[in-house]
């Protein structure tokens, strides 16, 4: 990974983070250690944006490229990779992703609204691996001068996959910034994890792809085996967001489940319940079980037959569940199900 102006901050590392979660093995090497090592600054104030124009300026370039390239071949004879490696970078960063693809040949590279790729082009004719660009129309490092020569050198290349996002500004992707938008930034977050599983895929993928089963199963035996709604509520991330999706029951954040789980779903789960699993996919981020759900309607069951009494009829429905993850933990749990007897 590239930086931003800011250092290997906060951000930085829970990016990092998020591509470990997802089975990758992640690095964000220090550019500005010649200037002053371990440098860590925010968006938030003045005096941070000053510090961070100083560094950028007073950066050496070419010397910083040339640091992602020795980050790229520390990773490629680390025993936890498998010797494919890709690189990604936000602002300075998505211009040196750039330049580290044209000069030293990752295996993928990805920039998100690079400043100042049209200064380089020249180079573009030395690209001989798949590049991916995130471009904000509305990016003011980036005008439109700037994408239309982008465009133009780049648009003909097959390696090359240009994303415009032409009502976004510069640093969509950086969350609590200014120009922060949650939705274009999953989809460029996604489209580029994507583009990395395509082109690095190896044992880190079936690595990330347990890891998330395993989650998922620790999840479902809490909610159906142990009926502890903390210990569920540990599984997901503080913000999870569960909707039954035929009912619209479920919650939004812990306070909202803590109360669903321990009043609605767990308790009013019939003694005889049982599951049998027809099939599951994984993907790198999600998981959909299919299976049969039977139980004996003998207590009220608010979460998913609302404002019905108990019936004391048996009842076999196949159920769809797709699950999210963010980090280590479920994000977004939706259910659906049709009842057959």
């Given at each position: 990974m590239s930086q931003e102006i800011f250092g290997v901050n906060e951000y930085m590392r829970q990016v990092a983070d998020w591509y470990a979660a997802h089975g990758f093995v992640a690095m964000v090497p220090d550019l500005f250690w010649r200037q002053e090592p371990g440098i860590q600054l925010t968006d938030q104030t003045d005096a941070e944006w000053q510090k961070a124009i100083q560094l950028y300026q007073g950066l050496d370039e070419a010397k910083a490229v040339e640091d992602s390239a020795a980050a790229v071949k520390f990773l490629r004879r680390h025993p936890a990779c498998s010797g494919r490696v890709g690189a990604v970078g936000f602002c300075l960063g998505g211009n040196l992703a750039y330049l580290l693809s044209v000069r030293f040949k990752p295996d993928c590279a990805v920039g998100y609204y690079g400043v100042s790729i049209e200064k380089t082009l020249n180079e573009a004719k030395n690209l001989a691996s798949p590049l991916m660009l995130h471009v904000a129309g509305k990016d003011e490092y980036c005008p439109p001068e700037?994408?239309?020569?982008?465009?133009?050198?780049?648009?003909?290349?097959?390696?090359?996959?240009?994303?415009?996002?032409?009502?976004?500004?510069?640093?969509?992707?950086?969350?609590?910034?200014?120009?922060?938008?949650?939705?274009?930034?999953?989809?460029?977050?996604?489209?580029?994890?994507?583009?990395?599983?395509?082109?690095?895929?190896?044992?880190?993928?079936?690595?990330?792809?347990?890891?998330?089963?395993?989650?998922?199963?620790?999840?479902v035996k809490y909610e159906f085996a142990t009926r502890d709604t903390e210990d569920t509520l540990k599984t997901m991330v503080p913000d999870a967001y569960v909707n039954h999706v035929p009912v619209l029951t479920g919650g939004v954040g812990h306070d909202q489940l803590r109360e669903f789980y321990s009043k609605r779903f767990i308790p009013q789960m019939p003694p005889d319940t049982s599951m049998t699993p027809v099939s599951r996919t994984i993907g790198v981020d999600r998981v959909v079980d299919e299976m049969v759900f039977e139980f004996t309607h003998t207590i009220k069951m608010d979460w998913m037959l609302p404002g019905v009494q108990p019936t004391g009829w048996s009842s076999l429905s196949t159920f769809a569940t797709a699950s999210w993850r963010t980090n280590t933990s479920i994000g977004i749990r939706l259910r659906c199900w049709r009842s057959l007897v």
């Open positions: 700037a994408q239309k020569q982008i465009h133009e050198t780049l648009d003909s290349n097959p390696l090359v996959t240009i994303h415009d996002y032409p009502e976004q500004d510069h640093a969509f992707g950086r969350p609590g910034g200014k120009h922060y938008d949650a939705a274009s930034a999953e989809l460029a977050n996604l489209r580029t994890l994507e583009f990395f599983v395509r082109n690095l895929s190896g044992e880190g993928i079936a690595s990330a792809q347990k890891s998330l089963s395993d989650r998922w199963d620790e999840h």
